[in-house]
């Protein structure tokens, strides 16, 4: 059974700060890992998505990693500002594309 | 426009009652999901359907049943609620189920249920 761990669970940085979320995961036969944003009382966001045969994604000031070798995957949003504030969850595609989440990374920027 | 709608966003009834989540998605998916993310933020997958054709269920209570008239409907009918059903639920679509290249899911905006 897939176990997917997010480290820190909670994080507040200053305004223009680069943000590093770890995530890593027990089960490396994955098909994808998919980065989400998600804001209070809202929905899912898709970040990015890196296929198993992957090793980065990037969109704007987001890039995502992925070590299948070592189960561990490290979003990256550089220059933070107050609305990247959010909580960011991490989650690995296995059989049958089901989705195994992280608890998230909550994360606070301080202006 | 929206891509992948639920209705309704808030359900609010007593214990005993029967209720249904609806979930459209207007994408040409193949496959659709509902999740349970619970009071501590955990999500949690509970079923899956492809092509109208459940595909995953997971340990989840039969009073939970899932029904697909089409590919672009799942929704959820729970009979008996109890108090521990309390969520928001989730749908979500894909374009594919698995293999190479896999698709990324997409999510609704969730239905907050609450039993009292």
């Known amino acids: 059974k897939q176990e997917v761990t997010q480290i820190p669970a909670a994080l507040s940085v200053p305004e223009g700060e680069n943000l590093v979320l770890n995530c890593s995961f027990t089960?490396?036969?994955?098909?994808?890992l998919q980065w989400f944003r998600q804001d209070p009382g809202k929905g899912l966001t898709s970040l990015l998505l890196?296929?198993?045969?992957?090793r980065e994604q990037t969109s704007g000031r987001l890039n995502a990693s992925l070590d299948k070798s070592s189960g561990r995957s490290t979003l990256y949003i550089a220059a933070s500002q107050p609305g990247d504030s959010a909580t960011y969850l991490c989650a690995c595609a296995g059989g049958n594309n089901r989705l195994a989440f992280g608890k998230g990374n909550q994360v606070v920027v301080i202006p | 426009d929206t891509a992948v709608s639920q209705t309704p966003k808030y359900l609010v009834t007593q214990m005993g009652n029967d209720k249904s989540i609806k979930c459209e998605q207007n994408?040409?998916?193949?496959?659709m999901y509902w999740y349970k993310q619970d009071s501590k933020k955990f999500l949690k997958i509970m079923f899956s359907y492809n092509n109208k054709e459940l595909i995953i269920n997971e340990t989840v209570p039969n009073r939970f049943s899932p029904k697909s008239p089409d590919k672009a409907h799942l929704n959820l009918h729970i009979n008996s609620l109890e108090l521990g059903d309390s969520a928001v639920y989730f749908c979500?679509?894909?374009?594919?189920?698995?293999?190479?290249?896999?698709?990324?899911?997409?999510f609704g905006p969730g239905t907050r249920l609450t039993v009292t």
């Open positions: 890196i296929q198993s045969s992957q």
């Open positions: 089960d490396s036969a994955i098909y994808n």
């Open positions: 979500a679509s894909s374009q594919d189920l698995e293999g190479f290249p896999s698709y990324e899911q997409y």
């Open positions: 994408l040409g998916h193949d496959t």
